[in-house]
C-alpha cells in the first residue's frame, strides 16, 4: 500500500510582501516568528504595550516608540537584532516606515492582532485557572496535629 506524504513543513515558505518604500524601490518583508518576537520584546520592553492592548494600529507603534520600528522592520527582513539593519530602517522615511509595519503587521497576523491577542488571552487565562490556588511544582507541608505532646520528654525542676 502506498503511503502518499501530503506538505512538510520545509515545503511552507513565510508569509511575505513587498512594499513599497519610495523611489520605485520595494523591499520585501515576512511575518515576524514567534522567536523573533520574543527577542525584540527581550530588547525593547515597550514592545509589551502592544502585545496587551489587543488592538493597536501602526500609526500608534510609531507613535509609541519609535526605536523599535527599525528593530521590527530588520526582523521581518530576516535580520532580528541587527543592528546595521536596524540603523538602515531606521533612516526610512516615516511614510515607507508605517508602510512597512502595515504589511508586516498582515504577514504576522493574518488574522489580524486583535484576533490573535484574544487567543492567546484564552490560553493564559485557561492555563491559570486549571492552576487555581496552587503553585506549580511544591509541595504543601504537612497538616499540623492538634495539641499532640512534645516530641522530648520535660527536664524536671530542681537538677
Not at 32 to 59: C, H, N, W, Y
Amino acid at each position: 500500500m502506498e503511503h502518499k506524504q501530503g506538505l512538510s513543513l520545509l515545503d511552507i515558505a513565510p508569509s511575505k510582501e513587498k512594499v513599497d518604500v519610495g523611489d520605485g524601490q520595494q523591499l520585501e518583508v515576512q511575518g515576524v516568528s514567534s522567536r523573533d518576537l520574543l527577542t525584540l520584546i527581550q530588547r525593547f520592553p515597550e514592545m509589551q504595550k502592544f502585545m496587551s492592548i489587543g488592538s493597536i494600529k501602526a500609526t500608534d507603534i510609531l507613535n509609541m516608540a519609535p526605536t523599535t520600528v527599525s528593530g521590527i522592520i530588520a526582523a521581518a527582513c530576516g535580520h532580528v537584532g541587527d543592528e546595521n539593519y536596524e540603523k538602515a530602517a531606521d533612516r526610512l522615511s516615516m511614510e515607507a516606515q508605517l508602510n512597512l509595519i502595515e504589511a508586516i503587521g498582515r504577514c504576522t497576523f493574518r488574522s489580524g492582532f486583535g484576533p490573535f491577542v484574544m487567543r492567546i488571552s484564552a490560553h493564559v487565562v485557561a492555563a491559570l485557572s486549571a492552576n487555581s490556588g496552587r503553585a506549580t511544582g511544591t509541595n504543601s507541608p504537612p497538616p499540623l496535629k492538634p495539641s499532640s505532646p512534645p516530641d522530648t520528654a520535660p527536664t524536671p525542676s530542681g537538677t
